[in-house]
């Protein structure tokens, strides 16, 4: 039984991510460019400026980044949590895909100031979406910088499968 809703699970999300790919990809050639992908993206822009001042600056960015990779929501980071984030997004910035390198009080989770700590010595995932270097996003850099995260082979285009994989990291109403 727990297979069969599994399986059931799967295909009604596939089928909702296909709907919501297929419904945002305006000239209907299979893929998203990077205006086609900053259409679907305005309501999360908001949930990430906490602040609703119109932009995020790097605190804001490292909390909710903190939040999602939070997958069970218990405030701390486990080393399966880190390794799926690790491997989905920030290991590029961060230089290290080693979860000890951030919990550094050795209690087998990071927690959030091991996070902004292990952030604020090394912030080149911020930075990279920061263009102006003004010190914060502006709704098109962090279009801009998602987009460039989520387009696995940097062909330039996101496909079904890079958007249904990276949005099922980021899937969560409650940042």
């Known amino acids: 039984m727990k297979t069969l809703s599994f399986s ?3 295909l009604f999300t596939t089928a909702i991510f ?34 609703s001042d119109g932009l995020i600056d790097d605190d804001e960015f490292n ?8 997958r069970d929501r218990d405030e701390r980071i486990n080393e399966n ?3 799926e984030g690790s491997e989905r997004m ?4 961060t230089g290290t895909y080693d979860f000890d390198d951030f919990d550094t009080n050795r209690d087998d989770a990071i927690d959030n ?20 270097r003004d010190g914060s996003l502006d709704n098109d850099e962090w279009n801009s910088g998602l987009f460039n995260d989520w387009d696995d082979d940097g062909d330039g ?5 890079e958007y249904t994989v990276n949005e099922s990291f980021y899937e969560r109403d409650d940042y």
């Open 157 to 161: 285009f996101l496909d079904e499968e």
């Open 113 to 132: 100031d091991e996070w902004n700590e292990g952030f604020a010595e090394n912030n080149d995932w911020f930075d990279a979406y920061d263009r102006n």
């Open 8 to 10: 059931l699970f799967f």
């Open 90 to 93: 920030y290991s590029i910035y």
């Open 63 to 70: 909390e909710t980044t903190f939040r999602t990779t939070d």
């Open 18 to 51: 296909a709907q919501d790919f297929d419904t945002y990809d305006e000239n209907n050639d299979g893929v998203w460019d990077e205006n086609e992908f900053a259409e679907t993206n305005d309501e999360d822009y908001d949930l990430w400026d906490t602040d």
């Open 81 to 83: 949590e880190w390794n």
